[in-house]
C-alpha cells in the first residue's frame, strides 16, 4: 500500500514554471532515471521465480492501472493521504514475470493513467514516469538480491518482497519531498530523509499478494477467489475514507463555528470564514465578495495559498459582476467543475487562473450580503461536486449568522452586564466597576470607595403567597425605587433573587454613604402596589467603604455582605461593617467566653445618660447605655460585644442583668428623692422571649418601681422580623404599665402604618438626623416631619445625639419633647447621676419632682 503526502499549501507540478524550479524538477527526472539505469542493468535479464502459472506483462500493466486509478484520498487538515494499491500487482510481477515486464507494465500502466485518465501536465507525466521506472527497477533489484537462489515459497522471498515495497516507497517519499522543497526554494535534506524513513511498511498490499501468489502455485482457479477479495478490499476502504472525510469535515465545522462564534469583528468574521472554507472544501482560495443594497459589489476579502487575508475595494470586474448576478439574481448557488462547459464559466475560470469553482450567496442581517466563492481544488483527479456546494452552503449559513450576531455585539455585550429583569447592572457589573473604583483608590486619585448589599426582608413570602410574576414586578419596582433614591450618587446593582448592591466610588465619607444607605430604605417605605393589592416591604442594608474596611473587591463584598447579615439579624436596618462582625476574627471568639465570665462575676455594668425636656430643661429620665470594662482590653465597645451575645445565646442574660442594674438604680434615686424614669433597650431576640413580661415584672417588684417608670426601646426592624409575636409582646408589657418606645426611628420602615399597629408611647429619632442638623436642610425636613407626626399621634419625640445648642434651639423650635446628647450630659455611672443633678438644682437650672 503506497502512501505519499500531497501539501495543500504547494501547487502541483503542472504549474511550476520554466525557470529554475522547471530545471530543477528536470534534474530530479534525470536523477531517477540514472538510479533506474544503474540498478535495473544487472538484473534485466534475470529469469521468472515461478514460471507457472504465467503472467503476461499487460496484465502487470492493466493491474498497475487499476491500482493507479482507484486511489484513496484521505484528507488531515491541509495535507491529502493519497493511498494506493500498487504493492499487489509489484509483488505479482516480482514472482511470477520478469523483471522487463514487470517495468513495462508499471511505465506503460502510468503513462496511460497519467495522460488519458488524469490528463496531467507534460512534467508531472514525465516526473511520474521516471518515478515509477525508478522504484520499480529498486524494489525488482532488492527482492533479487535478498531471494538469490531460494524457492518460491521459502520466507525468505516474503521478506524481499516486504523490503522491495519498503524501498520503492521511501525512494518515492524521498523524490517527492525533494520535488516539494524545490518550489518552496529550500532543499532541507534531513527532513526529506525522515519523510523517506518514516513511511509505514506496505505491509496490507504485500501481504495480501504473497496470499495471491501461494494462492496461484496451488491452484490458478483461486484467482476468482482473490478477484472477490480485492474487491471487498476496496469496498472497505472507499467506506472508510467516506466515514473518515464525513467525521473529518464535522469536527471542522464545529471548530469553524466556535470561530465565527468567538470572533465579533466583521473582518475576524470572515477570516475565519475563508480559512475554514478554504480547508473544508481542500482549496487553495477563498474569497467573500460583498455587495451593496442594490446589488453592487463594493469590496472583496481573499485568502490566497499563502494564507495572507486581502482586503480590496477596487472596482469589480465584468466577470466577477457575472458571477455576483448569477449567484444573487435568482440562479443560486454556481458549481463550476474543470470538465465545465458552459462558455461564461470557462471564461470566468480562464480569467482567474484556476480550473473549478463553487461560488454560494452569503447572508447578513439585511438579507444577501455577498457571495462565497472557493476555488483551485488540490489534487489532480477529483473536481467540485455537488456535495461540495452544500458543505459551503453550510459554511455560509454560519457565517450569516456570525455576521448577524456580530450586529448584535452591542446588545449582547449590553445583556451580559444587566439583569434582564430589572434591567440594573448585574454582579459581573459591579465586579469590573468596583474593581475600577479601588484601583483609582489604590492609585492615590479618590479617597474611596465604598459598597452597599440590601437584601429584601418577607421576600419569599410574597413569592409563595402571591406567585413568581408578582414577585417579578415587586423586584423592579424596588429597582426603579432604589435607583431613584441613590441617583447620580452611585450605581445601582441587581445581585441575583432579592439581593440588591450599590457602587458608590470616589468617596471615603462614611456619613455620606450612610445617609444614601437611608435614602434607600425610605425608599422602600411606601407600599407596593401589585394589581390592586398594596404590599409592605422591607429591607436590610450592609456597608464596607474602601480602604479602611478591604482594598480588594472581593474581601470589600464579603465585609459588606457580613455587615447585611447582621443588620438582618439585630433588625438595625442599615449597619456598617466592623471587625467584630468577622466570625473568623480571634478576638470575636475570645469575646464569647470573656463575656459569659463577665455576666457571672458582675463586671458588666450599666452607664445613664439624661434626657430633658426642650422648654424647660428639666431632666426628667435616663438611658440604660451597658457598658463593659474588661480587665486587659479595657473598655469595650457596645457595638462590639452586643452582636457577640446576640450570636452566641448570651443576650438574654444580658438583658437580665442590664434591667436589674437599672431598676435597682431607679430604686435608689427614689429613695434619695428624685423622681426619674430610665429607658432600657430590648434586643430582637428579646422580644422572641416568651418569658420576658415575667421577668420585667418580677423585677418591677423586687425593686419597687413602679411600671410607667420604665421605658423599654425596641426597633421597628426588631417588631417587624416576627411582627405578629412581637406586637402581642408589646401589648403584654403595656398591660404592666411599661412604656413603650419606638428607638431609631427614621432608619427602618417610619411610616404611619407601622406606628399606628405598635402600643408606644413614644419616638426616638435616630442621633444621624441630628448630627447634622444644622448643617443639613434635607435632615431639618425629615426631623420635622417625624415631630409632627408624633404630636398627631399623642407620642412623645426624643431626639438623641444634640451635641450643641444651635441643635437644641433648632429642635425647641420645632416643638420636640426631649433631648438627650452630649449637651447636656455625657454618659455616667449611675452613681454619678446624683451629683451631677445636684449643681443644675442649686441654679435652678432642674426642676426635678419630689418623691
Keep these: 500500500m503506497r ?264 473582518d475576524q468574521v470572515m477570516g475565519s470564514v475563508l480559512a475554514e472554507a478554504r480547508e473544508l472544501l481542500r482549496s487553495e482560495r477563498a474569497t467573500a465578495m460583498f455587495v451593496a443594497s442594490e446589488g453592487e459589489l463594493i469590496a472583496r476579502i481573499a485568502l490566497g495559498a499563502s494564507g495572507q487575508l486581502t482586503r480590496s475595494e477596487d472596482p469589480p470586474d465584468d466577470l466577477d459582476a457575472w458571477l455576483v448576478g448569477q449567484v444573487i439574481g435568482g440562479r443560486g448557488p454556481q458549481l463550476m467543475p474543470r470538465n465545465a462547459r458552459d462558455g461564461a464559466v470557462r471564461r470566468w475560470l480562464d480569467a482567474k487562473g484556476v480550473r473549478d469553482a463553487v461560488a454560494v450567496p452569503l447572508s447578513g442581517g439585511a438579507g444577501i450580503v455577498g457571495v462565497l466563492v472557493v476555488a483551485e481544488r488540490l489534487g489532480d483527479v477529483r473536481t467540485f461536486e455537488q456535495d461540495d456546494v452544500l458543505m459551503l452552503e453550510t459554511v455560509a449559513n454560519h457565517a450569516g449568522v456570525a455576521l448577524r450576531n456580530g450586529e448584535l455585539v452591542g446588545r449582547l455585550r449590553y445583556d451580559a452586564l444587566h439583569d434582564a429583569l430589572t434591567g440594573l447592572p448585574n454582579r459581573t457589573h459591579l465586579q469590573r466597576g468596583l474593581a475600577a473604583a479601588l484601583d483609582e483608590v489604590a492609585a492615590g486619585r479618590t479617597p474611596g470607595a465604598a459598597v452597599m448589599i440590601l437584601d429584601l426582608d418577607e421576600f419569599k413570602e410574597v413569592n409563595d403567597t402571591l406567585g413568581h410574576q408578582h414577585g417579578d414586578q415587586l423586584l423592579v419596582e424596588v429597582g426603579a425605587r432604589l435607583t431613584s433614591a441613590v441617583g447620580q450618587a452611585g450605581t445601582v446593582v441587581r445581585l441575583g433573587g432579592d439581593e440588591f448592591a450599590v457602587l458608590v466610588p470616589a468617596t471615603g465619607d462614611e456619613n455620606r454613604v450612610l445617609q444614601i444607605g437611608r435614602r434607600m430604605l425610605r425608599a422602600l417605605e411606601q407600599p407596593i402596589s401589585l394589581d390592586g393589592l398594596e404590599v409592605e416591604i422591607g429591607a436590610s442594608v450592609g456597608v464596607a467603604i474602601a480602604p479602611g474596611h478591604a482594598t480588594d473587591a472581593t474581601a470589600l463584598l464579603k465585609r459588606a455582605d457580613l455587615a447585611m447579615y447582621d443588620a438582618k439579624t439585630s433588625s438595625r436596618g442599615l449597619r456598617l461593617y466592623e471587625p467584630e462582625l468577622d466570625i473568623s476574627n480571634p478576638r470575636r471568639l475570645t469575646l ?107 423585677m418591677l417588684r423586687r425593686h419597687g418601681v413602679p411600671a410607667d417608670r420604665l421605658t423599654l426601646e425596641v426597633t421597628e426592624g426588631s417588631v417587624m422580623a416576627d411582627p405578629t409575636r412581637a406586637i402581642a409582646l408589646l401589648h403584654k408589657l403595656r398591660d404592666l404599665g411599661v412604656r413603650l418606645s419606638v428607638d431609631d426611628f427614621g432608619t427602618g420602615y417610619s411610616s404611619l402604618s407601622y406606628l399606628q399597629r405598635l402600643p408606644v408611647q413614644e419616638v426616638k429619632i435616630d442621633r444621624s438626623f441630628i448630627a447634622a442638623l444644622s448643617q443639613e436642610r434635607e435632615n431639618v425636613a425629615i426631623v420635622r416631619a417625624i415631630v409632627d407626626l408624633g404630636r398627631h399621634l399623642g407620642l412623645e419625640v426624643v431626639a438623641e445625639g444634640v451635641e450643641d445648642a444651635a441643635t437644641w434651639d433648632l429642635l425647641t423650635s420645632m416643638n420636640c419633647d426631649l433631648v438627650q446628647g452630649w449637651h447636656l450630659a455625657r454618659p455616667m455611672p449611675t452613681d454619678a447621676l446624683e451629683p451631677w443633678l445636684t449643681p443644675r438644682q442649686s441654679t435652678g437650672r432642674s426642676g426635678l419632682r419630689a418623691v
Design 3 to 266: 502512501t505519499e503526502t500531497r501539501r495543500a499549501t504547494a501547487p502541483t507540478l503542472a504549474r511550476l514554471k520554466n525557470g529554475g524550479r522547471g530545471l530543477r524538477v528536470l534534474a530530479i527526472i534525470a536523477a531517477l532515471l540514472a538510479v533506474a539505469v544503474v540498478v535495473g542493468l544487472p538484473i534485466s535479464t534475470t529469469g521468472v521465480l515461478l514460471p507457472k502459472p504465467a503472467l503476461p506483462w499487460w496484465a502487470i500493466m492493466l493491474a498497475f492501472a487499476a491500482t493507479d486509478m482507484f486511489v484513496f484520498n484521505l484528507q488531515v487538515r491541509r495535507e491529502t493521504q493519497a493511498i494506493a494499491f500498487t504493492e499487489i500487482p509489484l509483488v505479482l510481477g516480482l514472482f511470477l514475470t520478469s523483471p522487463l515486464a514487470v517495468l513495462a507494465g508499471r511505465v506503460v500502466a502510468s503513462a496511460v493513467v497519467m495522460v488519458a485518465y488524469r490528463r496531467s501536465p507534460p512534467l508531472k507525466i514525465a516526473f511520474n514516469l521516471a518515478l515509477a521506472t525508478a522504484e520499480t527497477s529498486v524494489a525488482v533489484a532488492v527482492f533479487h538480491a535478498l531471494s538469490a537462489g531460494a524457492h518460491a515459497a521459502d520466507p525468505i522471498t516474503w521478506v524481499a518482497s516486504y523490503a522491495a515495497a519498503l524501498t520503492a516507497d521511501a525512494l518515492g517519499a524521498f523524490a517527492i519531498g525533494s520535488v516539494i522543497a524545490v518550489y518552496e526554494g529550500a532543499m532541507r535534506l534531513p527532513q526529506i530523509l525522515r519523510d523517506a524513513v518514516s513511511q509505514q511498511v506496505p505491509a496490507m498490499g504485500v501481504t495480501v499478494a504473497l496470499l495471491a501468489v501461494l494462492g496461484l502455485t496451488v491452484s490458478p482457479a483461486s484467482v476468482w477467489l482473490l478477484v472477490g477479495f480485492g474487491a471487498m478490499l476496496l469496498g472497505a476502504f472507499r467506506t472508510y475514507g467516506s466515514l473518515a472525510e464525513r467525521h473529518l469535515n464535522l469536527e471542522r465545522l464545529y471548530r469553524f463555528s466556535q470561530a465565527v462564534s468567538s470572533a465579533p469583528e466583521i
Design 592 to 698: 464569647v467566653s470573656e463575656l459569659r465570665t463577665a455576666l457571672q462575676d458582675g463586671t458588666i455594668q450599666v452607664h445613664v445618660q439624661p434626657q430633658a425636656t426642650l422648654r424647660t430643661g428639666e431632666v426628667v429620665g435616663v438611658e440604660a447605655l451597658v457598658r463593659w470594662e474588661h480587665p486587659e482590653l479595657g473598655w469595650v465597645s457596645p457595638e462590639e460585644f452586643i452582636p457577640v451575645a446576640e450570636r452566641s445565646g448570651l443576650i438574654g442574660p444580658l438583658t437580665t442583668r442590664v434591667l436589674d442594674l437599672s431598676l435597682a438604680a431607679c430604686a435608689r434615686w427614689r429613695a434619695a428623692g428624685l423622681d426619674l424614669g430610665i429607658a432600657v433597650n430590648l434586643s430582637t431576640r428579646s422580644l422572641h422571649d416568651a418569658d420576658l413580661v415575667d421577668e420585667v415584672d418580677r
